[in-house]
């Protein structure tokens, strides 16, 4: 059973569209993570949310807590080919490492 | 960057032998993780360690075994490799709040 699920799994688009990815649970955490990985990388952490109902900016990317700490979501306006890489949601609960999604890779085609 | 270095970062090596694989960390963060990743599966924990010789298992533990016999290194065993076991292992610290850090990985490839 997954505890986080990401969708959509694969979201190739063209360049300047927006678009949507979205970390659903069923699960409560007390904070969630948004990393982006690129090929033959680690990942890396783009932001953490931690309120209900918060929403966070990074540029171009807009991140949010659903109010009951249990989905968020990653938008993303005007999106560009360095947008490209796999998005990955992780999810905290307590003193447990963290539970981490499939990932929605993205392509975004010049 | 937290100063993860994994090693090595390819390896090809046949059904049945031993593998040991290193992470090295220069942040002296307490907690460090291995994970593999597969395509359709994203990460998935194989076992983790909160300080010197204290680890436990994660959700795919079977096959392997992890040793921490010093704060910065964490070493990942496969005692008798196999098929099911290529994927890209990856090797992540964390200082005990805020974010994850993650090594460049290693491909491992069991024929």
């Known amino acids: 059973t997954q505890l986080l699920e990401q969708s959509p799994q694969f979201l190739s688009i063209q360049e300047g569209e927006n678009l949507t990815v979205y970390c659903n649970s069923s699960s409560v955490f007390s904070s969630l993570q948004w990393y982006r990985q690129e090929p033959g990388e680690g990942p890396v952490l783009l932001v953490t949310?931690?309120?209900?109902?918060e929403v966070k900016k990074l540029k171009r990317l807009t991140f949010q807590f659903g109010d009951a700490r249990k989905d968020s979501s990653l938008h993303i306006t005007a999106a560009q080919p360095g947008d490209t890489g796999l998005y990955l949601c992780?999810?905290?609960?307590?003193?447990?490492?963290?539970?981490f999604g499939k990932g929605t890779r993205l392509s975004v085609i010049a | 960057d937290a100063g993860i270095t994994q090693s090595p970062r390819h390896k090809v090596t046949e059904t049945g032998t031993p593998v040991t694989l290193r992470c090295h960390q220069t942040e002296n963060h307490r907690y460090m993780y291995w994970y593999r990743q597969d395509p359709g599966h994203g990460l998935r924990l194989i076992h983790y360690?909160?300080?010197?010789?204290?680890?436990d298992k994660g959700e795919v533990s079977d096959g392997y075994s992890v040793s921490r016999s010093k704060t910065e290194d964490f070493l990942l065993t496969l005692e008798s490799a196999t098929s099911s076991q290529t994927s890209v292992y990856f090797c992540?610290?964390?200082?005990?709040?805020?974010?994850?850090?993650f090594g460049p990985g290693t491909r491992l490839t069991v024929l």
């Open positions: 992780a999810g905290e609960m307590g003193n447990t490492p963290l539970v």
């Open positions: 360690s909160y300080g010197v010789k204290d680890t």
């Open positions: 949310v931690v309120t209900g109902g």
């Open positions: 992540a610290t964390y200082p005990g709040e805020g974010e994850q850090f």
